[in-house]
């Protein structure tokens, strides 16, 4: 259901709805309200609003519009990270769908029960649900729902780490929708097949997608999606360190966020605002940004940007070097993923507390969470959380002067991401091998390593050229510059 109407005048609507007693449009103007005020982030006036559709609906027995409230209310479940309620009233909406033969309404059900999934990391069966979704789509012929199927599974695989296959579904999520001329879907498709890029660390491809978005988004009044194309180009240009240009971005998301009442929007500018400070070094600034998110998230029931609150104080403590607070907000964060049943978020937390008792020097109990946050990636076919897992047990044994060890899990991390095309991850790993070949003193072969590293790295345009040219400032170091010049000699004459 499309609404280009504003808020007042949706408010007049139903005050004349009410005034000539026409139920079914009074039951409209709730829907329609709910669905602005959950666009905003305000998710207790959106359910509100959707209580008072469905009450209208139900009264008036009519069976349709009743499952189209049950799903919308649990969308704003969905958003708040309220996943079993989400569950609830989508399974809700699927049994009258079903029962009524509403066709189109039993693959939305579908679609929103996937998404939940995704969510909370159970891919498996997110992705069983957008088949069932895609198969009605196709049955139907409904083009706009087949690339809506593709495009959430290929979420599905780019949320874990699989992201050739993200990038094929996306392109046939694409073709569709240019075939119905849907310019919302094919911006939509280049802001994923943007995101897929930025993931495998390729930042100016990732750029040049977002653009292709964002110059379709330009062309309309929908706010909410320049916000988000905004919001990404600012996490990209943090990731190649260009921080100025970062925060250009991420303040114009967060102006358009307030400017339009977008609570929940605001709320990760927040966060996006406070990581780039957090890159700078500027820690007060970070812990600044981030308890301004905490509080509006918080404010509106917005427990995954809660949650997620809490993991980016905890990193910014771990930098800081407190780690008695660094520990307490990632467990905050792992309570919060354990209620809710989001199976990755509890991956992600006890990868970090794995960290941080790295930072300790604690090497049993890093190693202790590195191993469950990897069985838990494996379990739910997480490969990015796998090969990350790998990275950090290989840096552990690294730390303890098992090189062997290290060696062992850095190779099957660069394998994972060599498969998956992780062209950022493949230079990370190849820099770890060169890391640990240097104390074993096999200085050639840790040259060679640091030198296809770098040049990934500058390719890419990535910031980590300067962590490789601090690896080889080490070398030359450790070998005395009378050695490492020879080195260099030797690798003139070959070439």
Request: proline share 0%.
């Amino acid at each position: 259901m499309k609404n280009n109407k504003t808020l007042e005048s949706l408010q007049e609507d139903l005050r004349v709805a009410e005034e000539a007693g026409d139920i079914a449009e009074v039951s409209k103007n709730h829907h329609l309200m709910g669905v602005i005020y959950q666009n905003k982030g305000d998710y207790d006036k959106a359910l509100e609003c959707y209580r008072q559709a469905l009450s209208v609906a139900e009264e008036t027995g009519d069976i349709a519009e009743v499952s189209k409230n049950y799903n919308q209310i649990g969308i704003v479940h969905q958003k708040r990270g309220d996943y079993d309620r989400a569950l609830e009233f989508s399974r809700k909406a699927l049994e009258i769908a079903e029962k009524t033969g509403d066709i189109a309404e039993v693959s939305r059900s579908y679609h929103q029960i996937g998404i939940v999934h995704q969510k909370r990391g159970d891919f498996d069966t997110a992705f069983d649900f957008h088949q069932k979704a895609l198969c009605i789509s196709e049955k139907i012929r409904d083009i706009a729902g087949i690339s809506k199927s593709y495009n959430q599974m290929g979420i599905v695989h780019q949320n874990r780490g699989d992201y050739d296959w993200a990038l094929d579904f996306y392109q046939q999520s694409l073709e569709m929708a240019e075939k119905i001329g849907d310019t919302a879907m094919i911006s939509v498709g280049y802001q994923n097949v943007g995101i897929v890029h930025q993931k495998k660390g390729d930042y100016d491809k990732a750029l040049e997608f977002s653009q292709k978005a964002l110059e379709i988004k330009e062309n309309t009044e929908d706010f909410y999606g320049i916000l988000r194309i905004y919001g990404q180009m600012g996490l990209v240009y943090q990731l190649k360190g260009d921080n100025d240009r970062a925060l250009e971005f991420s303040h114009k998301a967060l102006e358009i966020a307030e400017k339009i009442g977008d609570i929940a929007g605001v709320s990760r500018s927040y966060n996006q605002i406070g990581v780039i400070h957090q890159n700078r070094g500027d820690n007060e600034n970070a812990l600044e940004f981030h308890r301004k998110a905490l509080e509006i998230a918080e404010k509106i029931g917005d427990i995954t940007e809660v949650s997620t609150s809490h993991h980016h104080l905890g990193i910014v403590h771990q930098n800081r070097g407190d780690n008695e607070n660094a520990l307490e907000f990632h467990r905050k964060a792992l309570e919060i993923a354990e209620k809710i049943g989001d199976v990755a978020g509890v991956s992600k937390s006890y990868h970090q507390i794995g960290m941080v008792h790295q930072n300790r020097g604690d090497n049993d109990s890093a190693l202790e969470f590195h191993r469950k946050a990897l069985e838990i990636a494996e379990k739910i076919g997480d490969i990015a959380g796998v090969s990350r897992s790998y990275h950090q047990i290989g840096l552990v044994h690294q730390n303890r002067g098992d090189f062997n060890k290290a060696l062992e899990f850095y190779q099957k991390a660069l394998e994972i991401s060599k498969k998956v095309g992780d062209i950022a991850g493949i230079a990370t790993s190849i820099g770890m091998v060169g890391k640990v070949m240097q104390m074993k003193k096999n200085y050639v072969d840790a040259f060679i390593d640091y030198l296809i590293s770098l040049d990934i790295f500058e390719k890419l345009g990535s910031p980590n050229v300067n962590i490789v040219h601090g690896f080889i400032t080490e070398l030359t170091k450790e070998m005395g510059e009378g050695d490492f010049n020879k080195l260099l000699d030797g690798f003139k004459n070959q070439s």
